[in-house]
C-alpha cells in the first residue's frame, strides 16, 4: 500500500478464490470486507492459480520487467514453486525480492505459523499493556503487521537505490518478530538498562509522570507534566502548589517512584471538572495535554478536519466508502493522482496480463482451464473484455 501510494504500480497476485484478507469481517459493506478495502487501495488485482504450472509460467513472464516482488508465504513455499529469490534473479537480474514471514528465512522457527496477535505475544508487546495484575492485553490493531509492511517498504526504496547503482538483484528478509522488537526500542533500551521487565503502567509512561491518562467529570484527559515548569504550572492551574514541595514529587524520578499516589490526588481533582474545562486552562499554561477520543470524537474534531487524512471513494461493489489517505504527500500539498478503491477480486487480470506480453490466444486458453479468473461477483461482465 505504501509503495502505491507512493506512486508505484503494484499488482496484487490472488488465487482464483480471492486471498484471505476478502473474508475478514464484520462488518461487511454490500458484501466487501472494510478490513481488505482499508490496506489494499491504488492495487491492481491478477486472480492466478499459483499451483498450477501454466499459473507460475505466467508470473514468471511478468517478473521479466518487474522492478519489485513482494512475498508474504510461509518460508520455503516460494522455493517449491520455483520462483525463491535464486530461481527468479535468473529471470531478472536486477530484482528487489521482499520477503514477509512471522519469524524470517533463516533460524528454528522460520516455518512457524505466525499472525500478528502471535507476534505481539511472543516479541513481549502483550507483557507490557494494560495494569498490573490485569489479564495479557493485544494492541486490537494489527500493529506488527503494519510496521512489518511499513519497514518493508522502507527497505524496498532503499534495495531499489541499490539496484539503480549497479549493486543487482536484492533479497530482502522482513520478519514481523523483527520489526515488534524494533518498535519497543525504547521499552528494551530500559530494560537492558535494569535488568527489570517493565512493570504493567497503563496509559503512563514508564519515565515519566505526570505522563498519562486521569478521569475527569465527563472522560478522560491525558496530561503531560513532567518537565519542570509544566509540572510547576500543573500544580499552580490545579491550585495545589503544595504538590511541589511534597518529597515524594521534587523532581522527575521521584514521581514516576510515587506514581501511584501521585496519580490519585491528581486523578480526584481532575475529576471535580469536565474535560473541556481542563483543556482550556491547561493548554493556556503551555502544558501538553489532550481528550481521550473515541474514533467518532477523532473524525469530528478540527485536528482531523485540518490532517488531510480523510478521504472517500467509490468502490464499484460497496458504494462510497471513507477511510484515511496517505499522510506523506508532497511537499505543494497537492497529490499527484486520485486514489483508487481496493481491486475487485480479479479485476485487472486481463488488462495486467497483456501489459506484460501475454498473447489474447493464451489469455483465451488461460481463462478456459481456470488457471486465471478475470472477474469478481459479475463473471459475464469480466467475459465481455476478452
Not at 193 to 207: F, H, I, L, T, V
Not at 258 to 273: M, P, T, V, Y
Not at 357 to 380: F, T
Request: net charge negative; proline share 6%.
Amino acid at each position: 500500500m505504501t509503495l502505491a501510494d507512493l506512486g508505484a504500480d503494484v499488482i496484487k497476485i490472488e488465487p482464483p478464490e480471492g486471498e484471505l484478507g476478502r473474508k475478514i469481517g464484520p462488518p461487511w459493506i454490500n458484501g466487501e470486507s472494510p478490513v481488505f478495502m482499508s490496506v489494499n487501495r491504488n492495487k491492481l488485482s491478477a486472480s492466478i492459480d499459483l499451483k498450477t504450472d501454466a499459473g507460475r509460467r505466467v508470473v514468471r513472464k511478468m517478473l521479466r520487467d518487474a522492478d519489485v516482488l513482494v512475498e508474504n508465504f510461509r518460508p520455503g513455499v516460494m522455493q517449491s514453486m520455483g520462483l525463491d529469490f535464486e530461481s527468479v534473479r535468473k529471470i531478472n537480474p536486477n530484482l528487489v525480492y521482499c520477503s514477509i514471514s512471522a519469524f524470517g528465512q533463516s533460524g528454528s522457527n522460520r516455518k512457524r505459523p505466525g499472525v500478528d496477535g502471535i507476534i505481539q505475544a511472543v516479541s513481549g508487546l502483550m507483557s507490557t499493556l494494560g495494569t498490573a495484575n490485569a489479564d495479557p492485553l493485544k494492541v486490537p490493531v494489527p500493529i506488527a503487521d503494519m510496521v512489518g509492511g511499513y519497514l518493508a517498504a522502507i527497505a524496498v526504496l532503499a534495495a531499489l537505490h541499490g539496484v539503480r547503482n549497479g549493486k543487482g538483484a536484492q533479497r530482502l528478509d522482513i520478519s514481523l518478530f523483527n520489526a515488534t522488537i524494533m518498535l519497543q526500542q525504547i521499552g528494551f533500551a530500559s530494560f537492558f538498562a535494569s535488568g527489570r521487565n517493565p512493570d504493567k503502567a497503563g496509559s503512563a509512561a514508564p519515565y515519566a509522570a505526570p505522563n498519562e491518562a486521569f478521569p475527569t467529570a465527563d472522560g478522560w484527559i491525558m496530561v503531560i507534566a513532567y518537565h519542570p515548569e509544566r509540572w510547576t504550572a500543573l500544580c499552580e492551574e490545579l491550585d495545589m502548589r503544595w504538590l511541589e514541595m511534597d518529597p515524594r514529587f521534587v523532581t522527575n524520578d521521584d514521581r514516576v517512584r510515587n506514581r501511584k499516589a501521585l496519580h490519585q490526588i491528581l486523578a480526584s481533582r481532575l475529576s471535580e471538572c469536565p474535560t473541556s474545562t481542563w483543556m482550556e486552562r491547561l493548554v493556556s499554561r503551555d502544558i501538553i495535554c489532550a481528550p481521550v477520543s473515541s474514533y467518532s470524537d477523532v473524525i469530528g474534531s478540527a485536528e482531523y478536519a485540518e490532517s488531510g487524512l480523510a478521504c472517500t471513494s467509490d468502490h464499484p461493489a460497496a458504494g462510497q466508502i471513507h477511510t484515511n489517505g496517505f499522510a506523506l504527500g508532497p511537499s505543494d500539498g497537492a497529490p499527484d493522482r486520485t486514489d483508487s478503491p481496493a481491486p475487485l477480486r480479479g479485476e485487472h487480470t486481463i488488462e495486467v496480463l497483456a501489459r506484460h506480453g501475454i498473447s489474447r490466444n493464451e489469455i483465451a486458453e488461460l481463462l478456459k482451464n481456470g488457471v486465471i479468473r478475470a472477474y469478481s461477483d459479475q463473471p459475464q461482465e469480466h467475459d465481455k473484455v476478452l
